[in-house]
Nanobody, 122 residues
Framework: QVQLVESGGGSVQAGGSLRLSCAAS????????MGWFRQAPGKERGPVAV????????SYAASVKGRFTISKDNAKNTLYLQMNSLKPEDSAMYYC???????????????WGQGTQVTVSS
């Protein structure tokens, strides 16, 4: 059973930086895609950044492009999200997701972590 544990969230002032981590375990395939998603109060959960199963192709939401960077360390089974130049509108619960197989982005039926809160004050 896949387990995903996010960490690194917190409170920061606008313009600051945070790095989220997602430690993954319990998966048996070397082919999977992973991603970061976020959900603010009253809004639907949506993708922030994803990395495809080829380990190379990445995709970002338009609102974070140029500010956020997704990466993964296969040796540590950990996914990262470096967030720079944070804005109040980036405040949300951030979730990590993993989907086994050949994929571009995790689907709603993927494995999900419990989330980590990011709060950006102006």
């Amino acid at each position: 059973q896949v387990q995903l544990v996010e960490s690194g969230g917190g409170s920061v002032q606008a313009g600051g930086s945070l790095r989220l981590s997602c430690a993954a375990s319990g998966y048996t395939t070397s082919r999977y895609c992973m991603g970061w998603f976020r959900q603010a109060p009253g809004k639907e959960r949506g993708p922030v950044a994803v990395i495809a199963s080829n380990g190379i192709t990445t995709s970002y939401a338009a609102s974070v492009k140029g500010r956020f960077t997704i990466s993964k360390d296969n040796a540590k089974n950990t996914l990262y999200l470096q967030m720079n130049s944070l804005k109040p509108e980036d405040s949300a619960m951030y979730y990590c997701a993993l989907e086994a197989g050949y994929c571009l982005t995790p689907s709603p039926s993927s494995s999900w972590g419990q989330g980590t809160q990011v709060t950006v004050s102006s």
